[in-house]
């Protein structure tokens, strides 16, 4: 049964992700929600609707968060769990998880869908277009890119690491806290990217491309399938203080597992796992 929800998100996925790849660099309603860096374009709505059409027409009684359908600077992450805690299914959509960068034709930009049943996030599609590359978890049954097992990184030194970090949210809030926790990271790691896709930053981390990724301030939909993607990987996710991962959760790390302790430590060591408007 699993498997036939992964593979209508797999579809879902690839459907929307033509439509990125057909248009990126070349939106032309490019609208501001809350300020000039949280963006939405007509391709962001366009791929909600395909996505959402598709779910739908296989499962009809299905719920679905998709985040154009929020209001705008609306957290949806609380929200979600109870959503999802009552729906018995919750499709949960990013129909472009990293619009800045495909307004700006950088290349690094996805489609994240995950299911979840009461609560648990069961299933997870991540597309990146560009690449082609399909990566996709079912819970407890491991996860793929293009068919290929994923394992995440063996690293157990940080000072190997390479990790992956963003600047979502708030100048003043999520941004200063991101900032204080690159700050604190970067001389202790081989180095830290920024690309600008949380969803596809998690992949890489399942992948073992990345040995870990932490952002404060994400909804549920950056994150529900790359968090799903990480742990069928064999690798480990909380929140920045060391918590277990639920729909709930909007500050995030996300390591192989060997170096998540030491991570974790100087994130609060710098005060970095929160903001204060919180
Ligand atoms: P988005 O492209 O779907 O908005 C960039 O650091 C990452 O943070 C992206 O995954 C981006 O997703 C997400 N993000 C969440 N809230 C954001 C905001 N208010 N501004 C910019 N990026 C945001
Ligand atoms: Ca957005
Ligand atoms: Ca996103
Ligand atoms: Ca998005």
Not at 179 to 193: C, D, E, K, N, T
Not at 251 to 258: F, P, Q, S, W
Request: net charge negative; aromatic share 6%.
């Amino acid at each position: 049964m699993y498997r036939s929800f992964v593979q209508c998100a797999e579809e879902a996925a690839r459907k929307a992700g033509a439509l990125i790849k057909e248009k990126i660099g070349q939106a032309s309603e490019i609208r501001e929600k809350t300020s000039a860096s949280d963006l939405v374009t007509e391709v962001d709505k366009a791929s909600q609707e395909i996505i959402e059409k598709h779910v739908l027409s296989v499962f009809p009684q299905h719920t679905i968060l998709g985040e154009e359908d929020v209001a705008p600077g609306a957290y949806a992450s609380v929200e979600a769990l109870e959503k999802a805690r009552k729906a018995e299914y919750l499709w949960i959509i990013d129909p472009i998880d990293g619009t800045t960068n495909f307004i700006h034709a950088f290349p690094f930009c996805c489609v994240s869908i995950a299911l979840a049943h009461r609560g648990e996030v069961i299933a997870g599609v991540v597309y990146d277009p560009v690449r082609d590359e399909l990566f996709r978890a079912v819970r407890g049954e491991g996860a793929t890119c293009n068919g290929k097992p994923l394992r995440v990184s063996a690293e157990d030194r940080l000072e190997n690491a390479l990790l992956a970090g963003g600047f979502a949210g708030e100048p003043e809030g999520a941004r200063k806290t991101n900032l204080r926790g690159l700050m604190a990271l970067v001389p202790h790691v081989r180095s830290i990217r920024t690309a600008g896709s949380a969803a596809l930053h998690l992949a890489y981390v399942a992948a073992g491309r990345l040995s870990g990724f932490w952002e404060i301030d994400l909804n549920a939909w950056d994150l529900a399938a790359g968090c799903l993607l990480v742990q069928e990987a064999g690798g480990q996710v909380t929140d920045t203080a060391g918590n277990a991962y639920t729909l709930a959760v909007r500050h995030v790390l996300a390591t192989n597992g060997r170096i998540h302790q030491d991570v974790l430590h100087i994130l609060k060591e710098s005060e970095a796992t929160g903001f204060e408007s919180s």
